[in-house]
């Protein structure tokens, strides 16, 4: 029976809250930088990835560019959402921000061939917020998730520039074969649009087209062309109670 080191869950949630927090903070880049370094070389190690020193170069290179857009983000979270009251609450207390930012520099690492590990940052910081982005997923900047419970973001999806998100939203495939693991499964969203809670979007061939609005509750498998508005429409009846009926 093969092993598998599955220890290395805890070794990447200790190195995921780490590098979340030298990102944003000076003293703790200076307090664990060489962990980080001798840490991300131990974890590509036991995954059997070799160059880990040059992966951990490119990957350092890219955290700048990653900072920057993180702090549009943040604005974008502070521009959208009337209940914020600072930036520094978004960087505090924002589970969407926190599920972004291991998504981006997850990301980063997906983009330099390193598979597993990113995949792994994703899932400890869905067990926190409930938000599940893949780290293959391409999403713009200025991005908005509001709540975010529940939000589900394939491998495959483009989302572009100015997007809004709210909870329960599902960015899926129409159907689910591994011979499409090379295929273009999970839709793309143009910039500006807003997706409104528990709305699902199948399917790698459509597009939401750009300032489109989609509201709660709908389900789309085909493209929506830009400057729209996607309703999912019911009848609620709402009339005096009867004498005798208890609250």
Excluded at 45 to 59: C, K, R, T, V
Excluded at 223 to 243: A, C, F, G, H
């Amino acid at each position: 029976m093969k092993s598998y080191n599955v220890c290395l869950k805890d070794t990447v949630k200790t190195f995921t809250k780490r590098l979340f927090y030298s990102l944003f903070d000076c003293e703790q880049e200076e307090a664990h930088g060489e962990y980080l370094e001798s840490t991300f070389l131990k974890i590509l190690s036991a995954l059997n990835i070799d160059n880990g020193d040059e992966i951990w170069a490119a990957f350092q290179k890219e955290l700048p560019q990653i900072r920057k857009k993180l702090d549009l983000d943040a604005i974008a979270f502070e521009c959208n959402d009337p209940a914020s009251h600072s930036l520094e609450e978004i960087y505090l207390a924002y589970p969407g921000f926190h599920a972004i930012s291991i998504y981006r520099l997850s990301h980063a690492l997906y983009k330099l061939n390193v598979h597993i590990l990113p995949r792994m940052m994703t899932e400890y910081i869905h067990g926190i917020t409930g938000i599940d982005i893949h780290p293959g997923a391409t999403i713009g900047e200025s991005f908005y998730i509001d709540h975010g419970t529940g939000i589900v973001i394939g491998e495959t999806s483009i989302i572009k520039n100015g997007v809004k998100i709210y909870q329960g939203v599902t960015l899926g495939g129409i159907q689910v074969s591994k011979d499409l693991a090379k295929i273009k499964r999970h839709p793309t969203i143009e910039d500006n649009v807003c997706i409104y809670a528990n709305a699902t979007i199948l399917g790698g061939d459509i597009v939401i087209g750009a300032n489109s609005i989609i509201g709660a509750n709908v389900w789309i498998t085909q493209s929506v062309p830009e400057n729209s508005l996607v309703t999912y429409q019911t009848e609620i009846k709402i009339r005096p109670k009867k004498n005798g009926i208890r609250e």
